[in-house]
């Protein structure tokens, strides 16, 4: 079997010799892989990997459960066209984990938001509608569902950004939270 020489830049082998052009011109003899190498490297990446308790803050056996936020927004006398709010959980261990929309047929779709942010514990969520039917009063807007990590009981910062009606001006509104399941 011909083996091929190491050669620095200069193409020269290890022994110093010249590569000829054939020499040079010849493929690369195929990686050799064997299960066993493979094994260990899997082994090694999966101990280099952070484990779950690095993400969630908490020990290893820590209480999991699921949540729903529904998020409020009252805009008195006035339809409701458009919105901006933010929610960051202040207290607990909390990852956002899906977005729905509100009960009111004009924010049914779910709202805009920031895939990004969702993955820290805070979202900045927004929505419009051009219709005509739109919502008065006390309507959810959204249904924010939560992983909670522990036996700390959530809190949550919630501030609305921007509320507005069909002509685009800003209306006096305000926003709550609830809690489901």
Do not use: C
């Not at 066993?36 to 056996?61: C, M, Q, Y």
Request: hydrophobic fraction near 40%; charge should be positive.
């Amino acid at each position: 079997m011909n083996r091929i020489k190491p050669r620095d830049d200069r193409g020269q082998t290890a022994d110093g010799r010249r590569q000829s052009a054939d020499d040079r011109r010849k493929p690369s003899p195929p990686l050799i892989v064997s299960s066993r190498w493979l094994r260990k490297l899997a082994i090694a990446l999966v101990l280099a990997l952070p484990s779950g308790e690095h993400f969630a803050g908490e020990g290893a056996d820590a209480p999991v459960r699921f949540a729903a936020v529904e998020v409020f927004i009252d805009s008195g006398e006035q339809p409701l066209a458009a919105w901006q709010f933010q929610l960051a959980a202040e207290r607990g261990s909390v990852r956002i984990v899906g977005i729905e929309g509100g009960e009111h047929p004009a924010f049914k779709s779910p709202p805009y938001y920031d895939p990004a942010a969702m993955q820290r514990d805070r979202v900045v969520l927004a929505a419009f509608n051009t219709g005509n039917d739109l919502p008065k009063g006390k309507t959810r807007i959204a249904r924010i569902h939560v992983q909670v990590t522990g036996d700390v009981q959530p809190e949550y910062a919630l501030r609305l950004e921007a509320a507005g009606n069909p002509e685009g001006k800003r209306i006096e509104a305000t926003i709550s939270l609830g809690t489901t399941r």
